[in-house]
């Protein structure tokens, strides 16, 4: 019964990463996001601004890759 | 007898101090020359053109100096007295036209330009008419003629992908001939974003140089075909500046080496970063001049914070903080 709960509870999580993952970003979705992406470090990269900012700049391309990843 | 010992004692307490003083000069840099550079006038430039949005790339020919305009997306003309003489390209996809120009140099008598978010490279004369170029699978960042025949096209990592390479070179029509220089990776990307900033001079034959921004006192000497000829120990006397940088793993210390770099006639220019508020690193005023062997000759005093530059024939051409061209003897 316990191993029957086990499957069960583990079918649903594999439904549920499934459902989600086709109705998360599609192909054309995560090559924008990766386009975004590089394009948010190569500005970030050719202001020359002093590097605290920098660092600040390109955690926040980071940030905004993951949002965009998850499409949130 | 006794005055002989005093004489002794009195010249061994005099060499003493000598070779004290000396030490001290030593570590305080006191033998090194120290120049000021000596500014040359830039006429002013009324045309709007003339106005440089983001300069990111700064390249030279025989007398012209051509600056690549990210965020104008041209390449603005300059006579080496710092005259406009015009921009080639404008922004667009196609033919001619640049998307985020990063880097710009001169090869077989044509302007080459580095077209980042386009994916390649293109080609113009001196005209501003378009004459060809290839794409290449990555966003180009620097591009400089190793000679008339190929071109050093460098790349930022994205930080996604394993075995991701800094260097690529191409013949001019766009075959690719060698890549290399992995970039740095750990569980920190933006960490190994700062570690892979480089930068790259031209050598005398094809060859070139690579200058890690942060972490490294090295300079890599390599061949046109990519052979890594001889890594270069920068002497210690320029020095690292650091930050502390939050990561993932904790806050670690970057040790910036160098904001920006040129080499003319066998000798680098390094310009160490400079601490901003206690915390942060930004351009400094001040170029250490390095022979091939890696020893420091000079330190050039710089009137303003200098962005990016170039020097050819003892003369700077370099980018201020707001963006503007500056020119300074450098030289002896």
Redesign the interface.
């Known amino acids: 019964m316990r191993k029957l709960a086990i499957l069960a509870l583990a079918g649903l999580v594999m439904l549920t990463a499934g459902v989600s993952y086709a109705a998360g970003p599609g192909l054309n979705n995560q090559t924008d996001c990766n386009s975004n992406h590089m394009k948010c470090r190569e500005y970030t990269l050719n202001i020359d601004a002093p590097w605290y900012k920098v660092m600040v700049l390109l955690t926040a391309c980071d940030i905004a890759f993951g949002k965009c990843m998850l499409g949130v | 007898m006794k005055m002989t010992k005093w004489a002794a004692a009195a010249a061994a307490i005099l060499a003493l101090g000598a070779v004290i003083a000396a030490a001290a000069a030593a570590a305080t840099g006191e033998d090194i020359e120290r120049r000021k550079a000596v500014e040359v006038a830039v006429p002013a430039n009324e045309s709007d053109q003339a106005v440089l949005g983001?300069p990111?790339a700064l390249a030279l020919d025989a007398d012209r100096l051509y600056i690549a305009d990210?965020l104008d997306c041209a390449v603005k003309m300059f006579t080496k007295d710092g005259r406009f003489l015009g921009s080639l390209g404008r922004k667009g996809r196609g033919p001619g036209e640049l998307s985020?120009p990063?880097g710009v140099t001169v090869a077989g008598g044509e302007i080459v330009v580095a077209d980042?978010?386009n994916f390649r490279i293109q080609n113009f004369d001196g005209q501003g008419r378009t004459r060809g170029g290839f794409k290449i699978p990555f966003?180009p960042?620097r591009v400089m003629a190793l000679g008339a025949q190929k071109l050093l096209v460098t790349a930022?990592p994205?930080g996604?992908r394993k075995g991701e390479r800094l260097l690529h070179v191409y013949d001019t029509a766009g075959h690719p001939l060698w890549e290399g220089l992995e970039a740095r990776t750990s569980s920190d990307?933006?960490f190994d974003?700062?570690r892979n900033?480089i930068i790259v001079c031209p050598g005398e034959s094809g060859d070139f140089y690579v200058i890690f921004r942060s972490g490294e006192r090295t300079v890599l000497h390599f061949s046109g075909s990519g052979t890594l000829m001889a890594p270069i120990a920068v002497d210690e006397r320029h020095a690292f500046k650091t930050?502390d940088?939050p990561t993932g793993r904790g806050v670690v210390r970057?040790a910036?080496f160098c904001w920006a770099a040129a080499r003319d006639q066998a000798l680098f220019y390094l310009s160490a970063?400079e601490a901003?508020d206690g915390?942060?690193?930004?351009?400094g005023r001040t170029a250490s001049v390095i022979d091939g062997q890696g020893r420091l000759q000079a330190v050039v005093e710089l009137p303003c914070v200098v962005?990016?530059f170039l020097v050819a024939d003892g003369r700077m051409f370099a980018i201020d903080d707001e963006g503007g061209l500056r020119i300074f003897e450098v030289g002896r």
């Open positions: 983001r990111v990210a985020f990063s980042k978010l966003a960042d930022n994205t996604r990307p933006v974003t700062f900033m930050m940088m970057l910036g970063p901003l915390r942060d690193l930004g351009p962005h990016r």
